[in-house]
T-cell receptor, first 116, second 109 residues
C-alpha cells in the first residue's frame, strides 16, 4: 500500500536551475495538493487540483507551475530556482466531495530542497 | 478560511493524558474540525475529525464544545511516540487545509 509517493527525497539546486518534484498516489483520489514548509513554520498551500486537467493556485503559487494530466500524478515544477524556495515540500491527496469538508488527506514523506 | 488558535507548546509525562485545546470562535456551521499531527522529519498525518458530536478513534478523542467555538484533542495515554506538532484545522467546502503554527507536544519519560 504505497499511498502518496514523492521523489526525490533530497535535492540541491543552484540559483536559476529548474526541476520537477514528482508526486504520485495510488488511491484513485481526485484531490491533490502541494505545500511547502519553512523551518519552524506550518505548511502553506502552493497549488492544488480537484481532478485531472484542473488546477488552481493556493496561498503561495509564485515561482511554481503544476499540471494534472492523470489522476495519479501531480508534478510541481520550479521554473527558475531561488534561495527563497529552500524548503521542505509535501504532496497530499484525498477523495473529493464538493461542498463537504470531511475528507481525510494523506501526505507524502516530503522533498527537502536546498537552493544555493 | 476560519482561523484557529492553539498554544505553542505543551508538556506531558509518559502514560498520562494530554488535553490539547483549540479555539475557533469564527467557525461556520459547515466547517469540520480536523486534527493532524506531524512527527519529526515526516509529513503530517490525520488524527481525527468531527462536526458537532464528540468523536473517538484508536488514536485519540475529540471533544467539541456545544457552541463549536472550541475543541479539545485528547491523547489518553501519551507515549514518547506521540511527541509531535499537532494542528487544529477547520475545513469547509472543498479540501484545502490552512495550517497554523500548531502545538508542539513534548512527552517526558
Amino acid at each position: 500500500n504505497a499511498g502518496v509517493t514523492q521523489t526525490p527525497k533530497f535535492q540541491v539546486l543552484k540559483t536559476g536551475q529548474s526541476m520537477t518534484l514528482q508526486c504520485a498516489q495510488d488511491m484513485n483520489h481526485e484531490y491533490m495538493s502541494w505545500y511547502r514548509q519553512d523551518p519552524g513554520m506550518g505548511l502553506r498551500l502552493i497549488h492544488y487540483s480537484v481532478g485531472a486537467g484542473i488546477t488552481d493556485q493556493g496561498e503561495v503559487p509564485n515561482g511554481y507551475n503544476v499540471s494534472r494530466s492523470t489522476t495519479e500524478d501531480f508534478p510541481l515544477r520550479l521554473l527558475s530556482a531561488a534561495p527563497s524556495q529552500t524548503s521542505v515540500y509535501f504532496c497530499a491527496s484525498s477523495g473529493f466531495n464538493q461542498g463537504n469538508g470531511k475528507n481525510i488527506q494523506y501526505f507524502g514523506a516530503g522533498t527537502r530542497l536546498s537552493v544555493l | 478560511d476560519a482561523k484557529t488558535t492553539q498554544p505553542n507548546s505543551m508538556e506531558s509525562n509518559e502514560e498520562e493524558p494530554v488535553h490539547l485545546p483549540c479555539n475557533h470562535s469564527t467557525i461556520s456551521g459547515t466547517d469540520y474540525i480536523h486534527w493532524y499531527r506531524q512527527l519529526p522529519s515526516q509529513g503530517p498525518e490525520y488524527v481525527i475529525h468531527g462536526l458537532t458530536s464528540n468523536v473517538n478513534n484508536r488514536m485519540a478523542s475529540l471533544a467539541i464544545a456545544e457552541d463549536r467555538k472550541s475543541s479539545t484533542l485528547i491523547l489518553h495515554r501519551a507515549t514518547l511516540r506521540d511527541a509531535a506538532v499537532y494542528y487544529c484545522i477547520l475545513i469547509d467546502a472543498g479540501n484545502k487545509l490552512t495550517f497554523g503554527g500548531g502545538t508542539r507536544v513534548l512527552v517526558k519519560p
